[in-house]
C-alpha cells in the first residue's frame, strides 16, 4: 500500500531540481503559450519538470520506471504522449525561455563586450532505427562518413563568457534520394507540425536568414553573426548585412572571387599579391575588399589572413564586414564560435541530448532538443551568476549530488512518518505523546545528518 499522497508526489526530488529556475523565469506562462496545455491527468507543468530534472538523477528513464516507482509521479504513458504532441511549438518553448534567460546574464555583462550569435549544426544518430520518423542518410563532416539520423541546426547567443541556446531546427534531407523515411502526417499549412516538417527538408541558409528575422530585436539579439566555412558564401554575408547584422566568419579557399582594387580575385590570389607581415605577428596579411554578388548591393568588408597552427604552411582567411574593428579583435571575436562547440559537446555528453528516449515521432525528436536545450540554459545561468570556476561538466555533477542530498531527505521524511503511524496504530499513543517522542528523536539526531534535512 503506497502512503505516500497525491499531494506529497509533486515533492518530488527530481521535479524540485528545476522548480526555481522554472519560477524564476516563468516558465508555465511560455508552455502555456507555446501551446501545452493541460487537457485531462497530470498537469503539464509537472511533467516538463520531470523531464528537465531527470538527467541529473543520473538514471535512464526506463530505469526509473521499473526500479524507482517513487521517483515517478506519473506513469511513462504521460511522458510519451507528452513529447509527442504534435500542436506544441517547442522550438519557440527555447526561443522565449532565451528571451527571460538573457537579460538576466547582461545584467552582469560590461557595455564594452561584444555579444554575438553562432551558428553551426551537429549530428544525431540512429543508425540502428528503421521507421523513424524523416529519418535521412545525413553525412557527418567530422568523421568523414554517411550515418542515419537527424542533424541539428542550432543559434546560440554567446557574450564570450555564458552560452545560451536561443533556436534551433532538426533537419531531415533536402534530397529526395537521401530521405529513407518520409511522414505519414496529414500535411496542413495552417499547423505548426506541417511547418516543422517543411522546415526539415529546407537548406541550412534559407534557415539561417530566417532564425536570424525572428531573433531581431528581440532580448536575444546581438550586432554580429558567427560561423564557419560552411556558410560563408558572399550571397549569405550580404543576405545578413540586409537584415542588419555585421559578419565574421571564416571563408573557403575556393574560386570564390571578391573585389580588391578594383580587381576580380580569389582569395589565394588576393594572398600572392601582397605583402605578408614579417615577424611573430598574430596575423600575416589584412586587406580591404568588397563582398559582390550580381543580386545585392556590395558590401566593403576586411580579410584577416591567419597562420594555420595544424598546418604551418597554410593560412585561414576571416572576413569582417564590421571595418571599424581591427586585426586582433577580429581574430578575438571569431574565437567565440568556438562556444557552439562546447555547447553541443556538453548537451551531448553530460545532458544526454537524443540519448534518453527511442522515439520515431519528429514531434518527439524535437521536444526532446527542446528540454536538453532548457536544462543547458540552467547550467548556463547558475555557473555565471555564482562566478563559478567549475566548467558545465563539473557544475553538472554538483546538481547531481545536490538531488542525492534532496532524496535523502525525503526518504527520511517517508521513514518518520511510518513510525508515526506505527506508534498511533499498534502502541496506542495519543497524537501529543507521538509529537514528543518525534521531537525528542529529532533532538539526538548528530548535527552532519540534520544539516542535511530540508523538511
Known sequence: MNIISQENKLNNPIIECCAGFFKRFKMSAILRKCGLTKKSGVIVNIVFLFLLGQVFEGKKFNTLNKHYTDKMPFGKDVVYRFIEQSNVNWEQIVFQAANAVIPEINKLTSEERKTALVFDDTTQYRNRSKKVEMLARCFDHAEHKYYKGHSILAMIWTDGQA??????????????????????????????????????????????????????GSQA??????????????????SICEIGY??????????????????????????????????????LLSVDIEVVHKEHESVPAKVVFVRNKQKRNEWIAL??????LNEEEIIALYGKRWDIEVFFKVCKSVLKLGKEFQCRS?????????????????????????RDERSLGELFVWCCKELEDISFSHVFELMLEMFTKFMQDFMCLSKCAVDTAVEQFMAGIPSSIKGRLVF
Open 163 to 216: 552560452t545560451v541556446p536561443v533556436d534551433y531546427r532538426v533537419l531531415s534531407a533536402s534530397d529526395d534520394k537521401n530521405l529513407l523515411e518520409g511522414s505519414a502526417f496529414a500535411e496542413d499549412n495552417r499547423t505548426i507540425a506541417t511547418k516543422r516538417r517543411k522546415d526539415a527538408r529546407t537548406g541550412k541558409p534559407t534557415l539561417v536568414l530566417d532564425m536570424l528575422r525572428n531573433v531581431k
Open 246 to 283: 555585421d559578419v565574421v566568419a571564416r571563408l573557403k579557399n575556393n574560386t570564390t572571387k571578391y573585389s580588391c582594387n578594383g580587381e576580380s580575385l580569389t582569395l589565394r590570389e588576393i594572398f600572392n599579391k601582397n605583402r605578408k607581415r614579417r615577424g611573430m605577428s598574430k596575423y
Open 362 to 386: 519528429f514531434d518527439s525528436t524535437c521536444a526532446l532538443v527542446a528540454v536538453g536545450f532548457v536544462r543547458y540554459m540552467k547550467l548556463a545561468i547558475e555557473n555565471r551568476e555564482n
Open 319 to 324: 572576413i569582417s564586414t564590421d571595418m571599424s
Open 221 to 238: 539579439d546581438a550586432r554580429y553573426v558567427l560561423f564557419d566555412s560552411w556558410f560563408s558564401h558572399p550571397v549569405t554575408v550580404l
